[in-house]
Nanobody
Framework: QVQLVESGGGLVQPGGSLRLSCAASGSIALIIYSMGWYRQPPGKQHELVATITSAGIINSAHSVKGRFAISRDNAWNKVYLQMDNLEPVDTAVYYC??????????????WGQGTQVTVSS
Protein backbone atom coordinates (compact mmCIF):
# COMPACT_ATOMS: atom_id res chain seq x y z
CA GLN A 1 0.00 0.00 0.00
CA VAL A 2 1.02 3.59 -0.61
CA GLN A 3 0.92 6.19 2.10
CA LEU A 4 1.19 9.94 1.80
CA VAL A 5 1.92 11.79 5.01
CA GLU A 6 1.72 15.57 5.23
CA SER A 7 3.27 17.83 7.80
CA GLY A 8 3.92 21.50 8.37
CA GLY A 9 0.46 22.95 8.79
CA GLY A 10 -0.49 25.27 11.58
CA LEU A 11 -1.71 28.70 12.58
CA VAL A 12 0.00 31.73 11.09
CA GLN A 13 -0.73 35.44 10.87
CA PRO A 14 -1.42 37.13 7.54
CA GLY A 15 1.82 37.73 5.70
CA GLY A 16 3.50 34.81 7.39
CA SER A 17 5.00 31.68 5.90
CA LEU A 18 4.64 27.94 6.21
CA ARG A 19 6.37 25.04 4.53
CA LEU A 20 4.38 21.88 3.92
CA SER A 21 6.00 18.53 3.34
CA CYS A 22 4.62 15.31 1.95
CA ALA A 23 6.39 11.97 1.99
CA ALA A 24 5.34 9.03 -0.15
CA SER A 25 6.15 5.54 1.04
CA GLY A 26 5.18 1.96 0.37
CA SER A 27 6.17 -1.62 0.98
CA ILE A 28 7.30 -2.02 -2.64
CA ALA A 29 8.95 0.24 -5.18
CA LEU A 30 6.96 3.25 -6.29
CA ILE A 31 6.86 4.97 -9.64
CA ILE A 32 5.67 8.51 -9.14
CA TYR A 33 4.27 10.27 -12.19
CA SER A 34 3.19 13.42 -10.42
CA MET A 35 2.66 14.83 -6.97
CA GLY A 36 1.01 17.95 -5.76
CA TRP A 37 -1.16 19.83 -3.36
CA TYR A 38 -4.88 20.49 -3.25
CA ARG A 39 -6.88 22.29 -0.63
CA GLN A 40 -10.42 22.56 0.65
CA PRO A 41 -11.40 25.89 2.19
CA PRO A 42 -14.30 25.90 4.65
CA GLY A 43 -17.57 25.40 2.82
CA LYS A 44 -15.91 24.98 -0.56
CA GLN A 45 -14.87 22.15 -2.84
CA HIS A 46 -11.39 20.81 -3.34
CA GLU A 47 -9.25 23.02 -5.52
CA LEU A 48 -5.86 22.77 -7.13
CA VAL A 49 -2.93 24.46 -5.47
CA ALA A 50 0.05 23.16 -7.42
CA THR A 51 1.34 19.98 -9.02
CA ILE A 52 4.65 18.84 -10.42
CA THR A 53 5.14 16.00 -12.89
CA SER A 54 8.03 13.59 -13.30
CA ALA A 55 9.20 15.79 -16.17
CA GLY A 56 9.35 18.78 -13.86
CA ILE A 57 6.32 20.52 -15.30
CA ILE A 58 4.60 22.67 -12.71
CA ASN A 59 0.97 23.67 -12.75
CA SER A 60 -0.31 26.05 -10.11
CA ALA A 61 -3.44 27.98 -9.36
CA HIS A 62 -3.49 31.62 -10.39
CA SER A 63 -4.37 32.67 -6.85
CA VAL A 64 -1.08 31.34 -5.43
CA LYS A 65 1.37 32.26 -8.19
CA GLY A 66 4.14 34.41 -6.85
CA ARG A 67 3.41 33.33 -3.28
CA PHE A 68 3.58 29.53 -3.25
CA ALA A 69 6.28 27.33 -4.72
CA ILE A 70 6.18 23.58 -5.18
CA SER A 71 9.33 21.48 -5.25
CA ARG A 72 10.52 17.91 -4.85
CA ASP A 73 13.62 16.16 -3.61
CA ASN A 74 16.05 14.27 -5.82
CA ALA A 75 14.66 10.91 -4.76
CA TRP A 76 11.24 11.98 -6.02
CA ASN A 77 9.43 10.63 -2.98
CA LYS A 78 8.89 13.94 -1.22
CA VAL A 79 7.16 17.08 -2.32
CA TYR A 80 7.15 20.46 -0.63
CA LEU A 81 5.01 23.55 -0.72
CA GLN A 82 6.64 26.77 0.39
CA MET A 83 3.89 29.23 1.22
CA ASP A 84 4.80 32.88 1.63
CA ASN A 85 2.67 35.97 2.18
CA LEU A 86 -0.22 33.88 3.40
CA GLU A 87 -3.67 35.39 3.34
CA PRO A 88 -6.86 34.51 5.25
CA VAL A 89 -8.32 33.11 2.04
CA ASP A 90 -5.57 30.49 2.10
CA THR A 91 -7.14 28.93 5.18
CA ALA A 92 -7.98 25.36 4.26
CA VAL A 93 -7.16 21.75 4.77
CA TYR A 94 -4.27 20.99 2.45
CA TYR A 95 -4.04 17.54 0.94
CA CYS A 96 -1.07 15.90 -0.67
CA UNK A 97 -1.81 13.99 -3.85
CA UNK A 98 0.25 11.53 -5.80
CA UNK A 99 -0.32 9.81 -9.13
CA UNK A 100 1.64 6.67 -8.36
CA UNK A 101 2.25 3.17 -9.62
CA UNK A 102 3.09 0.66 -6.91
CA UNK A 103 4.93 -2.38 -8.22
CA UNK A 104 2.85 -4.11 -10.89
CA UNK A 105 -0.41 -2.53 -9.75
CA UNK A 106 -2.09 0.04 -11.95
CA UNK A 107 -1.43 3.69 -11.44
CA UNK A 108 -3.72 5.36 -8.93
CA UNK A 109 -4.26 8.65 -7.23
CA UNK A 110 -3.40 8.59 -3.56
CA TRP A 111 -4.30 11.15 -0.95
CA GLY A 112 -2.90 12.11 2.39
CA GLN A 113 -5.04 12.74 5.44
CA GLY A 114 -4.63 16.48 5.16
CA THR A 115 -3.02 19.17 7.24
CA GLN A 116 -4.81 22.25 8.51
CA VAL A 117 -3.53 25.67 7.55
CA THR A 118 -5.17 28.58 9.32
CA VAL A 119 -4.28 32.18 8.50
CA SER A 120 -5.70 34.58 11.03
CA SER A 121 -4.72 37.59 13.09
Amino acid sequence: QVQLVESGGGLVQPGGSLRLSCAASGSIALIIYSMGWYRQPPGKQHELVATITSAGIINSAHSVKGRFAISRDNAWNKVYLQMDNLEPVDTAVYYCNGNIRSGNYQTQNYWGQGTQVTVSS
